[in-house]
């Protein structure tokens, strides 16, 4: 994942806020979940900023759609309590979505500041530019 | 914000706490989250301090009252989990309440030490006061 | 420590932090080392909040006033190390002053926003407002 | 500091980097020390990302060049302590730069993966193009 690629992808998910009409902090991380770009909207809420790179390394961390990470991480299912560890890098709601060569993830990007369902459709649009 | 408009929120808070007659810890933080002042009320018990500055924190973070927050982060809504975010300052139940000039969130008012209605009502009669 | 006195003593070193021209952050911490009120003055540097608070705590948490502190902190000195403990709430730099009622300490002021000397000198004229 | 101000900081920072030949992290944060905007460059090293990031809030947080933060946070001096203050995000060597609009702080920028003058020297160029 090199800055470029970051870039590329940050570019797209950006448009795709752009379009939904909702501003976000977006992250983009490496293979190792650490971080390579970040961007924060105009108007997007400052929560968004912690969350976003944080669904990004949860992508990563786990290789899972943070959506996806949050039907096990409910009361009740097998990763309950998750979201405590990692002195609180978990994500466990829409949002993060690996990076994909072929069948290997190789990153992650997160998207925050606006619903599940388009946090994810932002982070998607990005995954799909890389 | 000011300091002399936190004061009048502040004292606007406090009042409503007194005519309540409950103690609270009350907290206003500005456009940037950081906190600009905050009262313990003789008789507020020691867990309202933390609490009611991470209120503050929260409803600037993501311009909500923490009340509305603590519908979304219930066990299988949309934000469950991101109260282990930010280092535990992401606080889910009553009592933040977003600051606003027109449309615009200028800061927020957290108030802790009463009932979730309590700290709300609390908080809000702050807010009123800007 | 009643919040009213934790007034005064705010006042007081406002006063003292106007009449030098140097706007501060203070805080007032009780006899549990707990914060009972807090101001940021107008200008006063971000940084300022979480190392007032904290000076406030330290002067009560060791009853020394952290100027003194910082002479058994330093390298080669009996207490080096200690800023580290505590989550690092432990400041070892002038501006902490323990507050007493004859010889016992039941409280703690800390500024922070200027010069060692300046800091010490606010929080000071605090403490003597007790 | 709009998204579109700190990209043309870090485009400005990365262009002075990559005269240098020394790929950095580079980080903007807003009035509030709130993260905007961050890139690492391709080969930047991983301990870069935290400490550009840190940086940025550092100089904005104090309202002080992290170069000069320095020399009173060595041991005996003024502020030796200072940097295991706000959870570690206190950086005291070169690389973080104040920006301002006329007197005014309005954010900040930070760099890491150099030398102290190399990261200074990349944050400045940043700093000169806000």
Same mark, same amino acid.
């Given at each position: 994942?090199?800055?470029?690629?970051?870039?590329?992808?940050?570019?797209?998910?950006?448009?795709?806020?752009? +379009?939904? #009409?909702? /501003?976000?902090?977006?992250?983009? $991380?490496?293979? !190792? =979940?650490?971080?390579?770009? *970040?961007?924060?909207?105009?108007?997007?809420?400052?929560?968004?900023?912690?969350?976003?790179?944080?669904?990004?390394?949860?992508?990563?961390?786990?290789?899972?759609?943070?959506?996806?990470?949050?039907?096990?991480? +409910?009361? #009740?299912? /097998?990763?309950?309590?998750?979201? $405590?560890?990692? !002195? =609180?890098?978990?994500?466990? *709601?829409?949002?993060?979505?690996?990076?994909?060569?072929?069948?290997?993830?190789?990153?992650?990007?997160?998207?925050?500041?606006?619903?599940?369902?388009?946090?994810?459709?932002?982070?998607?649009?990005?995954?799909?530019?890389?």
């Amino acid at each position: 994942m090199t800055l470029k690629d970051a870039r590329r992808i940050i570019a797209a998910a950006e448009e795709k806020a752009e +379009q939904i #009409g909702q /501003p976000m902090s977006i992250a983009v $991380a490496d293979e !190792g =979940g650490n971080l390579v770009a *970040f961007v924060r909207m105009d108007g997007a809420c400052l929560g968004s900023i912690d969350i976003s790179i944080n669904k990004a390394y949860t992508a990563r961390a786990f290789d899972i759609a943070t959506r996806d990470l949050a039907a096990y991480a +409910q009361p #009740g299912g /097998p990763f309950f309590g998750i979201h $405590a560890s990692h !002195g =609180g890098r978990v994500i466990i *709601f829409a949002g993060g979505v690996p990076i994909k060569k072929g069948n290997v993830v190789v990153g992650a990007i997160g998207a925050s500041g606006g619903s599940g369902d388009q946090d994810h459709a932002v982070a998607e649009a990005g995954a799909q530019a890389f």
